[in-house]
């Protein structure tokens, strides 16, 4: 049985464990091992996690199959004044790909926005990242390119995508 729960602050160090699963696999086949880890730990470490959820106000989702965590979602409402969600994670653990988990949480992302009279939801995937299919399937379509600096010499070289949900 699948279910969705809202994290907590309870829930920092099981974020950080499944973004650790999830998050090297993801970006090891086309980003360089050095470039991966920064990443992660920037993104990833708890103290970052938390500050993500107290400071930013993203919200994050835990998506359970019969009790057993296997990936999460973590967004923030009203990210412009467009009434714009920004979905700034996802994450399914990789050998339950497939499976449905990352639709589900995509669709419980979109209707908590739609919920709360946001209009669109806008994420970045990497350019190689095979994700970009899986965003496609669920009807977002690409804004823009975008490299971003994210220090240390490294870039994200993303898609900015977008979906229209109300």
Same mark, same amino acid.
């Given at each position: %049985?699948?279910?969705?729960?809202? *994290?907590?602050?309870?829930?920092?160090?099981?974020?950080?464990?499944?973004?650790?699963?999830?998050?090297?696999?993801?970006?090891?086949?086309?980003?360089?091992?050095?470039?991966?880890?920064?990443?992660f730990?920037? %993104?990833?470490?708890?103290?970052?996690?938390?500050q993500q959820m107290k400071v930013r106000?993203?919200?994050?989702?835990?998506?359970y199959e019969?009790?057993?965590?296997?990936?999460? *979602?973590?967004?923030? %409402?009203?990210f412009?004044?467009?009434?714009?969600?920004?979905?700034?994670?996802?994450y399914?653990?990789?050998?339950?790909?497939?499976?449905?988990?990352?639709?589900?949480?995509?669709?419980?992302?979109?209707?908590?926005?739609?919920?709360a009279?946001?209009?669109?939801?806008?994420l970045n995937?990497?350019?190689?990242?095979k *994700?970009?299919?899986?965003y *496609?399937?669920?009807?977002?379509?690409?804004?823009?390119?975008?490299?971003?600096?994210i220090?240390?010499?490294?870039? %994200?070289?993303?898609?900015?995508?977008?979906?229209?949900i109300?």
């Amino acid at each position: %049985m699948i279910s969705i729960k809202t *994290a907590t602050k309870a829930d920092i160090s099981l974020l950080n464990q499944l973004g650790e699963q999830a998050f090297y696999p993801t970006y090891l086949p086309f980003i360089s091992k050095e470039q991966v880890e920064y990443m992660f730990h920037k %993104m990833y470490d708890e103290t970052s996690l938390l500050q993500q959820m107290k400071v930013r106000g993203d919200i994050f989702l835990i998506i359970y199959e019969d009790g057993k965590p296997l990936g999460f *979602a973590a967004y923030q %409402m009203d990210f412009d004044k467009d009434k714009t969600t920004k979905l700034h994670k996802l994450y399914v653990l990789p050998d339950t790909q497939s499976k449905g988990l990352g639709k589900a949480l995509m669709q419980a992302v979109e209707q908590n926005a739609l919920a709360a009279g946001q209009k669109k939801v806008l994420l970045n995937v990497n350019r190689y990242n095979k *994700a970009q299919g899986f965003y *496609a399937r669920l009807g977002y379509v690409i804004l823009r390119e975008d490299d971003i600096d994210i220090g240390n010499g490294f870039y %994200m070289n993303d898609y900015e995508m977008i979906k229209i949900i109300g």
